[in-house]
């Protein structure tokens, strides 16, 4: 193994792979919204909330889906069987807000832009206080809500399994790249390395 990894080739092979990884991995962390992943949140019915989500002891599940930054799909159940729904949403960084899913696109465009428009009515909604839209904060792992007095936090499962599974593939990939420098260094040395020279010379001298 010591030999192995002492071998240039195999060095820069390491030192790609766990540089372009952590990239990605850091991207991926840091990205606002999981798109395509599936936010989670389930919930058993106290007397607080019991006038939102119905009767007492009963549980719900409420999925939240993004598409894009355009739509996203919906399921909210007590039987766990709800079917998904698609609505609108309105995205401004970390934050998005819901909007009725009877719009066109069309309706939608222009509600949009004669948001975007009014400047102080824009700043109002992200700072909570549209009237009947409640503002969703979001992240790769997460989105909370305030929903009438009800905290709502949801969770994307999958990317936090990502995150672990991935960050794990990557410390291996970091941990073979600095033990690969550090025998290829030590193999430079003692003049036992194998650089490109020497291997661009072993094929040419098979392939005679």
Known sequence: MKKFLSKMPVMIVFLSLAVVGLLFYIVMLARPVSYGMTYTWNHIVTEADASI???VGSEINMTIKIKNDEKMEQTLSSENNGEPVEAWIV???????MIPVTMTEEEYDTFVEELKADEAEWNAIWAGEGEGMPVFNVNA????????GVNI???CTGAIVFASVFGAVELILITFAILSTIFYIKARKDGTAEDLSDVER??????N
Do not use: C
């Open 53 to 55: 989500f119905g009767e």
């Open 91 to 97: 995205r401004n960084g970390n934050q998005f807000i």
């Open 141 to 148: 792992f997460g989105i909370n809500v305030d929903l009438n």
């Open 153 to 155: 936090d949801m969770t």
């Open 202 to 207: 072993i094929i040419d001298s098979q392939s």
